[in-house]
């Protein structure tokens, strides 16, 4: 067995990772715009995810893919920093439309999703969960975009990823 004598290697694990999430959202994607519905989801016994929330994932790995390239080159960091704040602002509107503050349909607004409820669950739509967890994500990502990455700020922003992981994950074992 080769011992790895350097550690350059890890260093391409979050683009990898960025990589896989971009290609979860874009396969999605295409499965709503081509009426393909397995594409969406894992399996035909799972709920489809939706369109926004397709988008969201993309661009999210997007933004983090530019912030680990160059993360000290200006044009970078902002282009991340709006990046994450588009998918901040997609949460929110979501959970503004659940709360019945605004009338917009924000979900339905890329994509008109047809095909009925799965279960008690309506196909097509971010959950509120979903969206605050984007929120919680795109902002943590926007802090690390910022040009002082001091100690303050990273830690909030781990706090931030770290809340969307533990989130994420008892979302999944749930599942």
Do not use: E
């Not at 295409?30 to 397995?38: N, T």
């Not at 019945?100 to 669950?121: E, R, S, W």
């Amino acid at each position: 067995m080769r011992i790895m004598k350097s550690n350059k290697y890890l260093l391409y694990i979050p683009c990898i990772c960025c990589g896989l999430t971009i290609g979860m959202g874009v396969i999605s994607l295409l499965g709503w715009l081509s009426g393909l519905r397995i594409l969406a989801s894992i399996n035909s016994h799972s709920i489809p995810m939706a369109p926004n929330t397709a988008v969201a994932f993309i661009v999210m790995g997007i933004a983090a893919i530019v912030l680990h390239s160059l993360p000290l080159h200006r044009m970078f960091r902002w282009i991340s920093a709006l990046l994450s704040l588009c998918v901040v602002t997609l949460g929110i509107l979501t959970l503004l439309q659940y709360f019945h503050v605004i009338m917009f349909d924000i979900n339905q607004a890329l994509v008109k999703c047809t095909g009925g409820p799965f279960g008690n669950v309506p196909v097509g739509y971010m959950s509120p969960l979903t969206a605050g967890n984007f929120i919680l994500a795109g902002a943590s990502l926007f802090l690390l975009t910022l040009p002082s990455f001091r100690k303050p700020i990273r830690n909030i922003a781990s706090c931030l990823a770290t809340t969307v992981t533990m989130v994420g994950s008892i979302v999944m074992l749930g599942y």
